[in-house]
């Protein structure tokens, strides 16, 4: 298992999750951007928690851990963007996950 960080110098949003064999895991007390793009393909998961208060609060913090089956839709349901989870998620050293999974 990886804990792995994604986070913006605005504060817009600010996360933490577990990857472990393909699954990711956006852990509960992370903030997240409430805004999700119209144009992203596949983010109903994303849309699903960002519009369940149960999981994320009307302030974009997540009080259950929320399940993804890829980085990249861990990573648009944290920013609100497409984004390549591979590229944006890192250890708390900066390395990429796409890095990690390589060693």
Not at 62 to 79: G, L, M
Not at 87 to 101: A, I
Request: glycine share 8%; charged share 30%.
């Amino acid at each position: 298992m990886l804990l792995l960080f994604l986070k913006t110098r605005t504060g817009n949003y600010d996360a933490k999750a577990e990857y472990d064999d393909g699954r990711m895991i956006v852990k509960k007390g992370s903030r997240v951007s409430l805004q999700l793009a119209s144009h992203i393909r596949g983010g109903r998961k994303a849309k699903s928690y960002l519009d369940d208060r149960s999981y994320v609060n009307d302030r974009g913090i997540v009080i259950r851990d929320c399940e993804f089956k890829s980085p990249s839709t861990a990573a648009q349901f944290v920013t609100g963007n497409s984004a390549n989870g591979y590229l944006v998620w890192k250890d708390k050293n900066g390395t990429k996950l796409k890095e990690l999974l390589k060693k």
